[in-house]
Protein backbone atom coordinates (compact mmCIF):
# COMPACT_ATOMS: atom_id res chain seq x y z
CA UNK A 1 0.00 0.00 0.00
CA UNK A 2 0.88 3.45 -0.82
CA UNK A 3 1.47 5.71 2.20
CA UNK A 4 -0.33 9.09 1.82
CA UNK A 5 0.79 12.03 3.41
CA UNK A 6 -1.66 13.57 6.23
CA UNK A 7 -3.94 15.47 6.40
CA UNK A 8 -5.75 13.62 3.94
CA UNK A 9 -7.90 15.65 1.57
CA UNK A 10 -9.68 13.02 -0.59
CA UNK A 11 -12.74 10.62 -0.11
CA UNK A 12 -11.98 8.48 2.57
CA UNK A 13 -13.24 4.75 4.43
CA UNK A 14 -12.78 4.52 7.81
CA UNK A 15 -12.77 1.73 10.16
CA UNK A 16 -13.23 1.95 13.68
CA UNK A 17 -12.92 -0.70 16.57
CA UNK A 18 -13.18 0.56 20.33
CA UNK A 19 -11.97 -2.51 22.89
CA UNK A 20 -13.69 -2.18 26.00
CA UNK A 21 -11.40 -4.49 28.81
CA UNK A 22 -13.03 -7.62 29.97
CA UNK A 23 -14.23 -7.30 33.85
CA UNK A 24 -12.22 -9.14 35.97
CA UNK A 25 -15.05 -10.52 37.81
CA UNK A 26 -16.10 -12.55 35.05
CA UNK A 27 -15.30 -16.52 35.29
CA UNK A 28 -13.26 -18.33 32.78
CA UNK A 29 -15.67 -19.71 30.89
CA UNK A 30 -17.12 -15.92 30.46
CA UNK A 31 -13.66 -14.84 29.21
CA UNK A 32 -13.03 -18.01 26.93
CA UNK A 33 -16.21 -17.05 25.31
CA UNK A 34 -15.23 -13.56 24.43
CA UNK A 35 -11.36 -15.02 23.39
CA UNK A 36 -13.18 -17.13 21.10
CA UNK A 37 -15.06 -14.65 19.33
CA UNK A 38 -18.32 -16.64 20.44
CA UNK A 39 -19.85 -13.41 22.54
CA UNK A 40 -17.42 -10.75 21.89
CA UNK A 41 -20.07 -7.61 21.64
CA UNK A 42 -19.88 -5.00 24.39
CA UNK A 43 -23.37 -3.33 24.79
CA UNK A 44 -22.87 -0.79 27.36
CA UNK A 45 -22.02 2.73 27.49
CA UNK A 46 -20.52 4.67 26.03
CA UNK A 47 -22.72 4.73 22.57
CA UNK A 48 -21.15 3.54 19.27
CA UNK A 49 -22.40 6.85 17.42
CA UNK A 50 -20.80 9.00 20.67
CA UNK A 51 -17.07 7.18 20.37
CA UNK A 52 -17.08 7.50 16.02
CA UNK A 53 -18.14 11.25 16.39
CA UNK A 54 -15.32 11.39 18.89
CA UNK A 55 -13.09 9.93 16.22
CA UNK A 56 -13.87 11.84 13.60
CA UNK A 57 -13.02 15.51 15.75
CA UNK A 58 -10.35 14.43 16.60
CA UNK A 59 -9.03 13.50 13.03
CA UNK A 60 -9.78 17.06 11.77
CA UNK A 61 -7.45 18.54 10.76
CA UNK A 62 -4.62 15.83 12.06
CA UNK A 63 -5.91 12.54 9.43
CA UNK A 64 -8.04 14.28 7.50
CA UNK A 65 -8.93 18.03 6.02
CA UNK A 66 -12.35 17.38 7.40
CA UNK A 67 -14.67 14.64 8.37
CA UNK A 68 -16.76 15.12 5.89
CA UNK A 69 -14.47 13.67 3.75
CA UNK A 70 -15.50 10.20 5.42
CA UNK A 71 -17.38 7.98 2.69
CA UNK A 72 -17.68 5.07 4.37
CA UNK A 73 -17.22 3.89 7.82
CA UNK A 74 -17.72 0.58 10.06
CA UNK A 75 -17.55 0.38 13.33
CA UNK A 76 -18.24 -1.64 16.41
CA UNK A 77 -17.40 -2.24 20.22
CA UNK A 78 -16.19 -5.36 21.21
CA UNK A 79 -14.65 -6.93 24.81
CA UNK A 80 -10.74 -7.30 24.70
CA UNK A 81 -7.77 -7.83 27.08
CA UNK A 82 -7.17 -3.87 27.53
CA UNK A 83 -9.37 -1.00 26.31
CA UNK A 84 -7.65 0.41 23.12
CA UNK A 85 -9.05 1.67 19.89
CA UNK A 86 -8.20 0.58 16.47
CA UNK A 87 -8.42 3.05 13.25
CA UNK A 88 -8.32 1.67 9.78
CA UNK A 89 -8.38 4.44 7.09
CA UNK A 90 -7.67 4.18 3.40
CA UNK A 91 -8.03 6.31 0.47
CA UNK A 92 -11.59 5.46 -0.96
CA UNK A 93 -9.58 5.79 -4.63
CA UNK A 94 -6.69 4.21 -5.45
CA UNK A 95 -4.40 7.37 -4.98
CA UNK A 96 -3.70 10.09 -2.31
Not at 52 to 68: F, R, T, Y
Not at 70 to 93: M, Q, R
Amino acid sequence: RQVCPVPLSGPLNLGVTFYFRRPDRWSKAEKERVDDGAEPWYTGRPDLDNLVKLVKDAGNGVLWEDDALIVSLKAEKVYGVESETLINLFPALDAC
